[in-house]
């Protein structure tokens, strides 16, 4: 169908596992890890109150965390060297619901999301490189440059969208075609505590409900829509119920199993023909709303700075796998050295790559379409389009 | 002349050419057939064509359309096929518009597209603008469709037309047919799209008759979006058109005629991508221009030809300064004299053409 020969093939996030000194006889191969349990609404009982954890798996979650964290701090760097314009919302802090949601769905499952997109960009399967290079506006971008921050895609990722809230109807429309098609997939769709007050999200959770879509809503709850507290924005800050006729679960976002035990729960549901389901993941963004914001005017250092000693996602995951020796900190380390190296490069080529030619200012204005004249900026220039 | 009849009689032949349309399967050379069932028609052919064809929509299933377009519909194909959706207009249309780029192809009717404006989010930026920041990734092959512009008594809320809103954006095509071939040949083209189509109908045309040629009535039977039709063949002054004031110009250019003045009368079809091409070859035919609509005069659709036509080669051509004949520019009133007099009527296109041949 129209599109699905566009999308690159996606790769794994995190795949690559790294050969340490140590044989693997050494570490514990699999280990059980007690979760926090999750408060429910409309449901008989929550996920389990317990998460395996192989040596394999938390390897790779703490290598794409660690990869999604190293890219938005480097983000962060070339939007203050002016290298990055315009809109850059940063996901530090949130990597375990981001790493979380992909370990509990399928490759084939579907997601859609809002602006603060670049670590769903990696994980549905998009390249540091060409991620960062589409923040610097360059032709090896993923979407050519022409999109920049907020509008990134990839084969069942569909961004990235600027407009608060749109995204869930669109996210509802996916599930839709998933279940017309019959093809037993689903769609997460997400958006933040901000948005939750929208009110096409709740003709959205009509609508799922009704025709018994198979959509996960999550809200991921970072506490602050841009700089309005969840108390100074919502008359329920419950979000996990607000689908009111949606069972709902509410969620620690700041563990990788958890998040992931949770979103494993709520595909099976939604799966097994019940309908939609809602998760609450319970958040932090380290930076502000976005880089134009310092965040500290509406929310204190000491905040950011205990949510940073407390719950940092890479830090639990780092702690537990050491204690149950799963893992080695020379290992770690090891990975960190490449997730370094990995951003380093990506940011090189991110501010070498030229930036699109203007010859393809008027391109992919429509789809199979031969080509045509677009009116330029004076009557005497004459600009073509080609699909 | 067979226009000009059909134009002129109630509809009350539209019944029984429906009636005979659903008994007979081979069809006699042409036949008179209401816009309103050459929109059924190109439905329910695209419905059968492809599999991932689906309508939704207020009331389309089981109440068969508002304006009882998509009548037989739901009973063919089923709650799958042909969703009934709650009034809820940004929500559905969101839904809409993520099943297209996940691969469907829906046809989204508006049941006027007054309530479209709820929904204008999502028509442009989730759907017109898409393909382009995505860098060529992600198409989205979706209809809008539904009532537009004026319908009579409806008042100021529900007559106001929307084509110069989404001809303003790149990424959409906005169509806009006339006659029951148009509708027909338009909305399967625009079904087969692979882009964001805009179907701009009108309710005042639903019931009138057109007689149907042999060729349109072929299950494959399209017309390209961005040409315009000369309806009628003129050389002394082009009335450019589209949608139900085709038909004043059509009988403007009849009352002119006994006067020895013969009008080209250009059904534009598609505002956009636009026919400049058509008007221009007019012009330089005709060397006079009066563009005629419905919608309002303020950044509208004749003021994007008129603008076009100052900066291309039809300027040289032109006797006379080009002119608009609009809609007033006022809220639509309730009372029929005054809602007469807010739309051009044939009278206005009379004087207008008078005064530009200055005769």
Known sequence: MAGETSFPEPQLAGARLVVSARTYADFTPQASFDIKNCDVHKLEEGPPLQAVLTREEGLQYYRTMQTIRRMELKADQLYKQKIIRGFCHLYDGQEACAVGIEAGIKRSDHLITAYRAHGYTYTRGGTVREIMAELTGRRGGIAKGKGGSMHMYTKHFYGGNGIVGAQVPLGAGVALACKYLGKNELCVCLYGDGAANQGQIFETYNMASLWKLPCIFICENNQYGMGTSVERAAASTDYYKRGDFIPGLRVDGMDVLCVREATKFAAEHCKSGKGPILMELLTYRYHGHSMSDPGVSYRTREEIQEVRSKSDPITLLKDRMLSNNMVSVEELKEIDVEVRKEIEDAAQFATTDPEPPLEELCNHIFYNEPPMKVRGISPWIKLKSVS | ?359
């Not at chain 2, 006994?258 to 009368?265: A, F, L, Q």
Request: hydrophobic share 45%; charged share 25%.
């Open chain 2, 1 to 359: 002349m067979a226009y000009l009849r059909s134009i002129l009689r109630s509809g009350k032949n539209a019944v029984p050419a429906v009636l005979r349309r659903e008994f007979h399967r081979t069809l006699p050379a042409a036949v008179q057939v209401t816009v309103r069932d050459a929109i059924k028609e190109a439905l329910d052919e695209e419905l059968e064509r492809d599999e991932r064809v689906f309508l939704l929509g207020e009331e389309v299933a089981l109440f068969e359309g508002a304006y009882k377009v998509t009548r037989g519909l739901w009973k063919k194909y089923g709650d799958k096929r042909i969703i009934d959706t709650p009034i809820t207009e940004i929500g559905f249309t969101g839904i809409a518009v993520g099943a297209a780029m996940a691969g469907l192809r829906p046809v989204v009717e508006y049941m006027s597209f007054n309530f479209s404006m709820q929904s204008v989010d999502h028509i442009i930026n989730s759907a017109a603008k898409t393909y382009y920041m995505s860098g060529g990734l992600q198409p989205v092959s979706i209809v809008f469709r539904g009532p537009n512009g004026a319908a009579p008594g409806v008042a100021a809320q529900h007559a106001q037309c929307f084509a110069a809103w989404y001809g303003h954006v790149p990424g959409l095509k906005v169509v806009s047919p006339w006659s029951a071939e148009d509708a027909k040949g338009l909305l399967k083209s625009a079904i087969r799209d692979d882009n964001p189509v805009v179907f701009l109908e009108n309710e005042i045309m639903y019931s009138v008759p057109f007689e149907m040629s042999e060729e349109s009535q072929s299950k494959d039977f399209l017309i390209p979006i961005g040409k315009a039709k000369i309806e009628r063949k003129g050389n002394h002054v082009t009335l450019v058109s589209h949608s139900h004031v085709v038909s004043r110009c059509m009988d403007a250019a009849a009352v002119l005629a006994k006067d020895g003045i013969e009008c080209e009368v250009i059904n534009l079809r598609t505002i956009r991508p636009m026919d400049m091409e058509a008007i221009e070859t007019s012009v330089m035919k005709t060397k006079h221009l009066i563009t005629v609509e419905g919608g309002w005069p303020q950044f509208g659709v004749g003021g994007e030809i008129l603008a076009r036509i100052m900066e291309g080669p039809g300027f040289s051509y032109l006797n006379a300064p080009a002119v608009r004949v609009t809609g007033v520019d006022i809220p639509m009133p309730y009372a029929k004299h005054l809602e007469e007099n807010t739309l051009p009527q044939i009278k206005d296109i009379v004087f207008s053409v008078k005064k530009t041949l200055n005769v």
